[in-house]
Nanobody, 114 residues
Framework: QVRLGESGGGLVQPGGSLRLSCAAS????????MRWYRQAPGKLRQWVAL???????NYADSVRGRFTISRDNAKNTVYLQMNSLKPEDTAVYYC????????WGQGTQVTVSS
């Protein structure tokens, strides 16, 4: 049974930073692609970033250069470092584990506002 738990969300001013974490249970983390998505009110869930099992990364154009995804296989944890935050980054952020199956966390709220 795989469970994902996000943490690190909160309220931050424009231009500020947050680091999200997603801890996974089970023993398939190191062989899984890990992804971050976000969903703003009234909008569809949007892919943000991914990191492969080998550490290759990719980003949505809207966050490239501001967000950094990383992983620690020893801790079964994926991170999303978010810098230069903008009000349009406000959303619930979800982590996703893709292996034979796809697993989702419960999400963590990020609010960027002055």
């Amino acid at each position: 049974q795989v469970r994902l738990g996000e943490s690190g969300g909160g309220l931050v001013q424009p231009g500020g930073s947050l680091r999200l974490s997603c801890a996974a249970s089970g023993n398939i983390f190191s062989t899984s692609v890990m992804r971050w998505y976000r969903q703003a009110p009234g909008k569809l869930r949007q892919w943000v970033a991914l990191i492969s099992s080998g550490g290759d990364t990719n980003y949505a154009d809207s966050v490239r250069g501001r967000f950094t995804i990383s992983r620690d296989n020893a801790k079964n944890t994926v991170y999303l470092q978010m810098n230069s935050l903008k009000p349009e980054d406000t959303a619930v952020y979800y982590c996703n584990m893709l292996n034979v199956m796809s697993y989702w966390g419960q999400g963590t709220q990020v609010t960027v506002s002055s």
